[in-house]
């Protein structure tokens, strides 16, 4: 069985840095585009970045380039997101999944990271 | 990049039909695959139709998918409509592997 099992809720202060993971199983982890997604409080998802797991490379939407950085260690199979410091607008979900680049497919999907940042 | 534009909401009753409309800002909808997924309070979202018209394994064929390219949007409906349908339902598509979402509908039931 395919599943992406994602780090537990985080509550950081401003300023303060983060990397959340997303740990997958149960297919070829290279074979596959990690995407991320973000939802902020009562809101819509919003694309935020994917990333190749066999060389790291990467594809941010515009809205996100330069404020988050996604990685991926190959030998244990799992994504990350982070970030250098954090603001309070940046208190959301944030999902990862499988991508299927042949059709744009997000598929199945992580359970969601809860972050919250608050003074 | 394109925008895709969804109702904000949308209602009907139990045992009726109900489409949600997606449709796209630029560049033809027949270019890339659309996706669409329901979102239930408090869960992460699932797919209930990927490639503009493919069912996933286990959902419903009270749900099906289609594209126009006329009117450059594809549309999703739900027949015989259940509480259960109730949820948020955002399409999806991509350019240059870079996702785009629909703003999403609320589906009341």
């Known amino acids: 069985e395919v599943q992406l099992v994602q780090s537990g809720a985080e509550v950081k202060k401003p300023g303060e840095s983060l990397r959340i993971s997303c740990k997958t199983s149960g297919y070829y982890f290279t074979s596959y585009w990690i995407s991320w997604v973000r939802q902020m409080p009562g809101k819509g998802l919003e694309w935020m970045a994917m990333i190749d797991p066999t060389d790291s490379y990467t594809k941010y939407s515009p809205s996100f380039q330069g404020h988050v950085t996604i990685s991926a260690d190959k030998s244990i199979s799992t994504a990350y997101l982070q970030w250098s410091s954090l603001k309070a607008s940046d208190t959301a979900m944030y999902y990862c999944g499988r991508y299927y680049d042949s059709s744009g497919h997000i598929y199945p999907w992580g359970q969601g990271t809860l972050v919250t940042v608050s003074s | 990049n394109f925008m895709l534009t969804q109702p904000h909401s949308v209602s009907e009753s139990p045992g009726k039909t109900v489409t949600i409309s997606c449709t796209r800002s630029?560049?033809?909808?027949?270019?890339?695959?659309v996706q669409w997924y329901q979102q239930r309070p408090g869960s992460a979202p699932t797919t209930v139709i990927f490639?503009?018209?493919?069912?996933l394994s286990g959902v419903p064929d009270r749900f099906s998918g289609s594209i126009d390219s006329s009117s450059n949007s594809a549309s999703l409906t739900i027949s015989g409509l259940k509480t259960e349908d109730e949820a948020d339902y955002y399409c999806?598509?991509?350019?240059?592997?870079?996702?785009?979402f629909g703003g999403g509908t609320k589906l009341t039931v």
């Open positions: 490639e503009d018209n493919q069912r």
């Open positions: 630029s560049g033809s909808i027949a270019s890339n695959y």
């Open positions: 999806q598509s991509y350019d240059t592997n870079i996702g785009v």
